[in-house]
């Protein structure tokens, strides 16, 4: 059983010691919005672990040459695919359970741009110019 990397449980001259950094540097970094700990009741700065590794990646970026304003942007976008990238798995299960597996899918175009999906072995109903795509399963 390993510790929860989002539990806050260092303070800042700890944090700072684990991302071999200067205590004034996460202050700053805090100010700046580009690392932001929790807070302990008496106002205190708490980082859990995945502070710590995000602030070894600023580190990171900084000797690279980026600039904090640059930084802060890279880390921001990247916490926004992550986002679409947890929301896309939740849609596809959720697809998934609805429909079946994602490679039994059939769809059908028609010339409007309607596009319907249909069961195995279904046609389309209007037989003017619809387009079907299929995609065989594994082994068939």
Do not use: C
């Amino acid at each position: 059983m390993g510790i929860d990397i989002n539990q806050p449980i260092f303070v800042i001259s700890v944090a700072a010691e684990l991302a071999d950094m200067h205590p004034q540097t996460l202050r700053q970094y805090d100010r700046l919005g580009i690392v932001s700990p929790s807070r302990a009741p008496g106002k205190s700065r708490r980082y859990s672990q995945r502070d710590i590794d995000r602030l070894r990646e600023v580190q990171r970026l900084s000797h690279e040459g980026v600039s904090l304003e640059g930084i802060k942007r890279i880390l921001d976008l990247e916490n926004q695919v992550a986002a679409l990238q947890y929301r896309v798995a939740e849609l596809s299960e959720e697809l998934q359970r609805r429909r079946g597996p994602l490679e039994a899918r059939i769809f059908a175009a028609g010339a409007a741009g309607d596009v319907v999906s249909l069961a195995r072995g279904q046609r389309p109903r209007a037989r003017s110019q619809a387009v079907v795509v299929w995609r065989p399963r594994p082994g068939e």
